[in-house]
């Protein structure tokens, strides 16, 4: 029987993405959300691609302990992927309260839940942002965590090491219907793109942070102009390095992952990957490259930095590649090519 895989803000940009690619490896997916980011937009581009009309949706939030008990009462769930958290770094300098709150909270109950009902494979969602400014790039898995700079970042770090130590004091666990909780924590470097049939992607509130976004809705003329933050830096054009995964390389990341632990491949009980392409791409050179795989030319200026951004960043993807068989496969032309697809797709266009 195949095998069921619980998807917390399944809903969402990445938790669309790998609802997609789980169903087409093969496993059942049940779907969790509180829709407190996002419309059923995703969820139902996701049914057409799979083309399925039955997937399992459960709106809740999983800070409510009840909801998420009777969802694996209901369901016999062998691993979760959660994705269920707030993103937005300013927003979390601003509501500290309101993100560690969510953020820890619903991710105790799964974890609290995974154990109760005899154990579970969990699979966290967490971010190079860990990494901070990283004296040594690219940064492996043994690279030093430095101190987050929002609260955001501090729920990542956090969120890992309970993950960690839940893994280590249910090891063993079989009492009372109890039972041990594995964990890996993938690190995503900067998830872009959408999926090539331009039916799920990214879909920013209000005015976007992530550069992709802001491109695309820039090229659409929803915003009138691209701030390019900085380009005074240490680097060859002067803006900032980034490691930019397609998300749909990404969601395939969490596949492997998924079935690593499923297949009892897991070399310990608690692992860390970083998902990345390894290669470190410029925001002038994102910018460029957008403007020539699609045909445009876009508005841009200048502007002064941006508080809080690092230089550069990027993934040392030996332990990904080695460990998980999984390897980044599109081009950053065709990630841009489907990110500009996709708010086409939006506009109607
Ligand atoms: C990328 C580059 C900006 C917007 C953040 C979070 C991280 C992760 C992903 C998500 C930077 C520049 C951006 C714009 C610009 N978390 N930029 N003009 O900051 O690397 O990572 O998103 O959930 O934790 O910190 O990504 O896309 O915001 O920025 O010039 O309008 O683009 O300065 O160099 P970032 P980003």
Not at 101 to 126: A, D, M, P, T, Y
Not at 180 to 191: D, E, S, W
Request: net charge negative; aromatic share 8%.
């Amino acid at each position: 029987m195949a095998k069921k895989v619980l998807v917390s803000g399944g809903a969402g940009y990445i938790g669309s993405h790998v609802t997609v690619e789980l169903i087409n490896a093969g496993y059942e997916v049940v779907v969790a959300d509180n829709m407190s980011n996002c419309d059923m937009t995703c969820f139902e581009g996701v049914k057409k691609i799979v083309g399925r009309d039955d997937i399992p949706f459960y709106q809740i939030d999983c800070c409510d302990y009840q909801a998420v008990d009777k969802l694996f009462t209901e369901q016999k769930i062998d691993a979760v992927i959660h994705f269920a958290a707030f993103k937005a770094v300013g927003e979390s300098v601003a509501e500290p309260i309101k993100y560690y709150r969510n953020n820890l909270v619903s991710f105790l109950n799964i974890l609290e839940v995974s154990q109760k009902h005899g154990g579970c494979n969990v699979l966290f969602s967490s971010s190079a942002t860990v990494y901070g400014e990283a004296e040594k790039l690219p940064v492996t898995e043994e690279s030093p965590r430095l101190p987050a700079t929002s609260p955001y970042g501090n729920t990542k770090q956090m969120c890992e090491d309970i993950l960690r130590d839940v893994v280590a004091a249910t090891a063993g666990l079989s009492a009372d219907g109890e039972g041990p909780v594995k964990g890996i924590a993938l690190r995503y470097f900067n998830p872009i793109g959408a999926h090539p049939s331009a039916l799920i992607g990214e879909l920013p509130r209000g005015v976007p942070n992530n550069l992709v976004p802001f491109i695309t809705q820039t090229a659409i003329g929803k915003r009138e102009c691209l701030s390019i933050f900085g380009n005074d830096y240490p680097t060859e054009d002067g803006t900032c390095l980034r490691d930019y995964i397609d998300v749909v390389d990404l969601a395939k990341a969490h596949v492997a992952a998924v079935s690593r632990m499923l297949d009892g491949k897991m070399k310990k009980d608690y692992e860390i990957f970083n998902i990345g392409t390894g290669r470190p791409v410029s925001v002038y050179e994102l910018v460029t490259a957008f403007e020539k795989v699609n045909g445009l030319k876009l508005n841009y200026k200048f502007a002064p930095r941006r508080p809080g951004d690092v230089v550069a960043i990027w993934a040392d993807t030996a332990l990904a590649n080695d460990e998980l068989g999984w390897k980044a496969e599109r081009t950053v032309e065709e990630t841009l090519a489907s990110a500009w697809a996709w708010e086409k797709h939006l506009a109607g266009k």
